[in-house]
Every structure is written in structure tokens, then in C-alpha cells.
């Protein structure tokens, strides 16, 4: 009528049958921290040395695209290249998506006028006209 000590799952040498999932919990919390901290610091796009006025901010949401240009006057559609003529068609494509498009231009202090001028012309012929310059606050 008694139990055997050997076969059935007991404290004595038996295969134990639950798992301690608290070190994983900790280091999962320890992580998901981490995250937290870091992901606000990570600045996606392409780095540019943007001119420092004393400027208001732009209002700047999801669906606001970053069109930077950089001193060798090559284009970027967020982390993109893309040609000038690549550009007005991607841009065209996003109006017909979104009437209310608005579209931030970054470009380095050392930019080509000209450059950032057919950039402005291309985006105001594919029908952005709500177009932002993003600045350094000083």
C-alpha cells in the first residue's frame, strides 16, 4: 500500500517537473529596458550636417517623408538613393496615395543651391506642396 520512492516523480532523485523561468524572466526585463533606453537615441536616415538657424519645429509624423541631399548632391527617400527623375515618380505615387502629403527636405549646410532647388522643383511638379527644410535649433 505504500509508494515507492523510485518511479514516480519524487523529490528523491525523480526527473523534476517543472522549470524556473525566473532568471529568464529577469534577463527578459533586463533587456526590454534596454530596448526602451535605446530605441529613442537611434536616429534613422542618412547623416547630414544640417545648418543651425532659430527656427520653429516642423510638425513631422509617420507618414511624412525624409528627402535628404547630400553635399555630393546625391538623393535619398528616407535611407533610399534614388535619382532625381526616381524621385518626381516616387513622390507622385505618394500624392495619389495621401492629397495631404507633406515632405521634409534635410540638406547638409555644404549642398549645391542648385541641387536643392531641382530637388524643390521636382517635388512641387510631382504635386508636394506642403515642403519643409529641417534646420539644427541653435
Given amino acids: 500500500m505504500g509508494m515507492?520512492?523510485?518511479g514516480g516523480g519524487g523529490r528523491r532523485g525523480g526527473p523534476?517537473?517543472?522549470i524556473?523561468?525566473?532568471?529568464m524572466v529577469d534577463i527578459m526585463l533586463?533587456?526590454?529596458?534596454?530596448?526602451?533606453?535605446?530605441?529613442?537615441l537611434i536616429n534613422p536616415g542618412v547623416e547630414v550636417n544640417l545648418p543651425n538657424v532659430d527656427a520653429?519645429?516642423?510638425q513631422k509624423n509617420d507618414e511624412t517623408p525624409e528627402v535628404t541631399v547630400k553635399p555630393d548632391?546625391?538623393?535619398?527617400v528616407e535611407k533610399?538613393?534614388?535619382t532625381l527623375d526616381q524621385l518626381?515618380?516616387?513622390m507622385a505615387a505618394m500624392k495619389k496615395a495621401n492629397s495631404k502629403l507633406s515632405v521634409i527636405i534635410k540638406g547638409d549646410k555644404t549642398t549645391d543651391y542648385g541641387k536643392m532647388m531641382a530637388v524643390m522643383a521636382k517635388l512641387q511638379q510631382s504635386g508636394v506642396d506642403q515642403i519643409g527644410l529641417q534646420t539644427e535649433p541653435r
Fill in 56 to 58: 520653429k519645429a516642423l
Fill in 20 to 23: 524556473n523561468v525566473t532568471p
Fill in 88 to 90: 518626381g515618380a516616387m
Fill in 30 to 40: 533586463v533587456l526590454l529596458i534596454i530596448f526602451m533606453v535605446t530605441a529613442p
Fill in 4 to 6: 515507492s520512492a523510485q
Fill in 16 to 18: 523534476m517537473s517543472d
Fill in 73 to 76: 548632391g546625391s538623393i535619398y
Fill in 80 to 82: 533610399k538613393a534614388v
